[in-house]
């Protein structure tokens, strides 16, 4: 079993999400788009390269810019009335947390 997303939520409720909606769910949409494209294994073996040279640290740090950047930006996106559970942060991908 599993929680309902906001979208299925309104989906069986019979309501409609207006335009804020609509454009919290398209900001929500790019942040998704961001991080599944670093989730793939290309763009994830050049952080994975640079921890085996000796460059972890700044790998993670700028892991971690790109996560508070993208929690930032698609916590607007859900006060607009967007879903942002769907997004899978690369961070949480790489780093485990």
Known sequence: MRDLSNNEIASVSGGSKGLLAFIGDAIIDGVKLTNDVFNTHTVSAVGQTADKI???GLHHALDSV???VSKIVAGFGALLG???SR???HY???WGA
């Open 92 to 94: 949480d991908e790489e």
């Open 54 to 56: 000796g460059l972890g």
């Open 66 to 68: 790109g996560y508070a």
């Open 82 to 84: 967007g879903d942002a």
């Open 87 to 89: 997004v899978d942060y």
